[in-house]
């Protein structure tokens, strides 16, 4: 997988262009970054600024108050104490939850994980009593006021950097708006908004935005319900997930076979490993045949390349690596880029790969 950014300007969705509803959103921002910035995470500061003219139009309040409303309408059925007394706690940690810090949000999870809020179906586990009832009204809201409402829009904008699935990093994932539609056919098309505790698991997460990515709809249907607590790692928190590595096949010296080397489930689950080596290696067998055909000149430009790079004053006229790197490897050099083309992480590692045996 592929490192997302989680930070406090990328927790907010609005569905208004509204002067004093874009100043709101920026007061909000604030509050979230002062209070992780100071360390106390009061993500309740929020509370004085619910009533403010256009808070309705960001997803925290209008999410809020949805979520309330739901718990005080489930709370004055018959339902168990335990889970009463667990909606009393959505209640106190509410902001928390909405647009906490991903590692925030998750030690939350992580203290309720023995509560009514959750059930994961696992080997021993008893179903909460009142859990189903409890869970489809989480599902839809998400389904009514996320995945079917104008904060969708919203959502995908926080992410207009992202080209690609972070989960895969194979498949592109930017959402179709239409200015008119043929007959029949879909005006607008978004990628899949993929839960990363499930929300079949977790209903409590299911309009959190730290528990929230866009996908490919291979990425979230092949790791549909799979329970990713202490599994797996999120993108928001990951540092390195998997390394490919290259092994030249030995029916055929001008070829690489692709493997991965892996420190979590996330490749396991996501089977991208077999993926890479069905699909792409093709595509690094490409990029070896220009290297293979041009050897002298691929080895002096690499040779060149890193003595600039190891150089303390570097000639800024020749010194252009992401140049030099898209010509042969047709892809983006920086890390933080990755999330802008395909294949990135696979080029990457293979250019590293052919450099340490240059």
Known sequence: MISVENSYDKRILINSKNEKAI??????????KEVEE????DYNQLYNLRREPYSKNLSVFAYREMILIEISKLKATTITKSLAKDLDDIEKHIFLILIGRFDK?????????????IFTGEKGERKPKNF?????????????????????????????????????????INPIYKSSKINLDNLNQSPDIEHFFPKSMYPFLSLSISNLL?????????????????????????????KFKFEI????????????ETQSNNSKILNLENLYKDTHSKYINEIYIDVVSHPNVFTNSLENMLNQMESKTPDPVNFKIEEWYKSFFRNYYEEDDFNKHPLSKLTKDFYNHLKDKK
């Not at 100071?38 to 995470?41: H, L």
């Not at 949000?105 to 203290?111: A, F, G, Q, T």
């Open 23 to 32: 100043c709101l959103k920026e007061k909000v921002e604030k509050i979230i």
């Open 214 to 242: 866009p996908s490919c709809a291979f990425c979230n249907k092949i790791k549909s319900n799979f329970n990713t607590m202490n599994r797996c790692i999120s993108p928001y928190e990951i540092t390195q997930d998997f």
């Open 105 to 117: 949000m998750k030690e939350y999870v992580i203290k309720k994980r023995k509560s009514d809020l």
């Open 249 to 260: 096949d030995p029916k055929n010296i001008n070829k690489y076979n692709i493997s991965l």
């Open 38 to 41: 100071d360390g106390t995470f």
């Open 132 to 172: 189903t009832v409890y869970k489809e009204i989480f599902e839809k809201l998400y389904k009514d006021k996320l995945s079917g409402h104008s904060f969708k829009v919203s959502f995908f904008d926080l992410f207009e950097e992202i080209n690609v699935c972070p989960y895969c990093n194979r498949n592109f």
